[in-house]
């Protein structure tokens, strides 16, 4: 017996609400941030991640005061993400109670934020958020590709080589999101999840298409991660974090129960 | 009675996850601070820490947090409760950042998991060493009450504690290798996984040390 796999519920918030598109698009409200975190901190979840997805200033402020009433009451990591740009975003977040801080967008626009945020507060606090949509083979080899602006956006980079470049820029761990996948309750993205946990040696959580528990044996099992994060299976009532680690549990998996 | 619990503040990163936890777990004031009043007046001590130890101990150095540490060390009654990168500062060196010394206070070397680290069936493991891990109680100690042996606490480290003094230790953890959870000597408690962040068990831990009185 070892180190458990994480299952990390995660709140997409607006405006202070929880929702979840499908697809980035159709958003349902699922409820208050605060007492949906208190709700899996008692279920026995491993970690929360809390995903900003307001898009105005005004709605910045919330969040904070948001992250700073859920690090008061709940006593397992916190990992906010969305909008953070620059080190002083990340020490915002920080010092409001944040365990971890989630970089998506502004590594790919500044790659040194990752090393110098890592070398300032450690590596063990920067996450980089990688959306991953596969994109044509090359020499008949699955290639997948980083998307920003909700996946609307392709960058051209590889996601495979971008998340081998994090890791040595002091990234502590990669939030993997297949952007194919993420709101369609169609499982995750496996082929890009192995090929980027057997690429870095940080930890890897997949994201993005959790519909049945069977998708998060597979994420562990088949794609090789270390978490699985999932969103609206929880927060609908669908299932709860037990019934999920149980579920891993019969099939081998290592989880806190 | 817990008292006054200080916090001590050497600038590296928050601490009030700590602090509320504690709050949490029932003290009845918490003081972050890295004054020397503060924390020679305080009942007890807690001497926390993140981020990368060359920076750490830098700081702790400038803003003589050693000395105040060793002073709280020395006043037998005042319990003191070491966290992470402060249990790892406690130690004679530290492999990270290309060699560090660090207080030698406990004899013993802070180590690298190793890269690559592999189980014990040959599957390579991540560093870093991050999540919930099973912690294996060595010895009775009053910060164990309550707390069932095995129980999962959450650790998030690339460096791990490797005592010389092995009655020192309080608490093993395997990850790759077997290295130090927790130690003890007289009023001190020092762990490397992170009680404000381990539910409930991390809670009563917590609340185990606010009711200690510094005795083994």
Redesign the interface.
Known sequence: MGLAKRIIPCLDVENGRVVKGVNFVDIRDAGDPVEIAIRYNEQGADEITFLDITASHEGRDTTVHTVEKIAEEVFIPLTVGGGIRSVQDIRTMLNAGADKVSINTAAIHNPELVRESAERFGSQCIVVAIDAKRVADVDGKPRWEIFTHGGRKPTGIDAVAWAVRMAELGAGEILLTSMDRDGTKNGFELGVTRAITDAVEIPVIASGGVGTLDHLVDGILLGGADAVLAASIFHFGEFTVPEAKAYMAARGIEVRL | MSGVVAVIDYGM??L??VA??LA?AGASQVLVSHDAEVIRSADRVVFPG???IRDCMAEIRRLKCDQLLADALADRHKPVLAICVGMQALMSHSEENGGVPCLDIIPGEVRYFG??LV?GDGNR??????????VRQVGDHPLWQGIPD?T?F?????FYVDAVERGLVAASV??GVNFDAALARDNLFAVQF?P????TA??RLLRNFLEWNGQC
């Open positions: 990163g928050n009030h996850s509320s936890a949490h993140v981020g990368a890269n690559p189980d493991l991540k560093v870093p060493h991050m999540g919930w891990n099973e095995l999962r959450y650790f998030v480290h690339s395997n990850y992170h404000e962040k381990s539910h991390g809670l």
